[in-house]
């Protein structure tokens, strides 16, 4: 069965911060990619206030979605501002998100890949940071369990910075797993070792060699999904932790990417009758980007 792909045309008008990485192009690029592959298509909905409330108060559910008029711009750090397409861009990543969960959970889809923008994976629940403003992938693992009955939730994050923003919401509660291998010291400078039971944070210094990082992944991470036995795998795929990429010093390449994906699979089939659901974070070079995407759904 082919895979899904979920996407929205709105983020491509959201900007979200001056001057920095994080533009439509990259999207724009992964989409290019994408489109040459066989899958499914579909748009993603507007995301439900009720599934936002699952990892948000309604506080900054309200302050995320304000009306911004046009040619303004409302900055909520250095990095992370609201103009007049964040809302609806916003919003439609949660929900493609959502939309995922739902298809491979219902059997609708087989697997699914979330081609959005702005990120979420360093959103906390009352904190918009590095680009992301709402938790996309903590709300779509309290939607499985929640709406789903999914009794043992597992997100994995591969992304050059640590998902400090899905610890936040997921840290401590039963039934999920977190685990990130990510480059430390360097952006949001969290994901440290901690004595959190669902929690595995694998922070790696700039440079690391891809031999380095599969060892570490697969001793730990992989180690834990075996042990855990999810009901479903939820991922932030990030591919700045590729050679190229301007924003880290890891040493990935598309081969990387797609072994990735095939072990991802793998587990997914093992343990979670085949439920992943892949939802693109970081990568700011557009071209290993875009090929490092095609790797890796090519390869689930």
């Known amino acids: 069965m082919a895979i899904t792909f979920i996407t929205h045309t709105d983020c491509l008008g959201h900007l979200g911060q001056k001057n920095y990485e994080e ?28 599934d936002l409330l699952r990892a948000h108060p309604q506080s900054h559910i309200d302050k995320m979605l304000q009306s911004v008029a ?10 992370t501002a609201l103009d007049t397409h964040t809302a609806k861009a916003i919003s439609r990543a949660v929900g493609a998100v959502c939309r995922a969960v739902d298809g491979v959970c219902t059997g609708e889809f087989a697997q699914a890949f979330c081609a959005v923008r702005p990120p979420g994976h360093h959103a906390e629940p009352e904190r918009a940071m590095g680009f992301c403003y709402f938790s996309a992938i903590a709300i779509a693992a309290f939607r499985a369990r929640q709406v789903h009955n999914v ?11 640590h ?60 180690k834990d999904i075996h042990a855990f036995k999810p009901g479903l795998i939820l991922v932030s795929a990030g591919f700045d932790a590729h050679r190229d990429d301007p ?43 875009a090929n490092s995407t095609v790797a890796y759904v090519n390869a689930l």
């Not at 009794?151 to 910075?161: K, L, N, S, T």
């Not at 999920?176 to 990510?182: A, D, E, K, L, R």
């Not at 890891?250 to 990735?260: G, I, P, R």
């Not at 991802?264 to 979670?272: K, P, Q, V, W």
Request: with cysteine.
């Open 163 to 222: 998902g400090n923003g899905t610890q936040a919401c997921l840290e401590g509660k039963e039934g999920f797993y977190v685990g990130s291998i990510h480059q430390h010291p360097h952006y949001p400078n969290t994901g440290t070792e901690v004595d959190t039971p669902n929690i595995r944070n694998i922070p790696l210094p700039g440079g690391t060699s891809a031999k380095h990082w599969w060892q570490e992944y697969n001793d730990k991470i992989i």
């Open 247 to 289: 924003l880290g010093e890891f040493n990935l390449t598309e081969d990387d990417y797609s072994a990735l994906a095939q072990q991802l699979s793998s587990l997914a089939n093992t343990y979670a009758n085949g439920r992943l659901v892949s939802v693109l974070e970081g990568g700011y070079n557009m071209e290993a980007l």
């Open 23 to 50: 533009t439509p192009k990259r999207l724009e690029v992964v989409l290019t990619a994408l489109k040459r592959l066989d899958g499914n298509w579909v748009d993603a909905p507007l995301a439900k206030n009720e």
């Open 151 to 161: 009794e043992r939730v597992a997100v994995i994050d591969f992304d050059v910075h």
């Open 70 to 79: 046009p040619d303004h711009c409302v900055e909520l750090d250095y990095d």
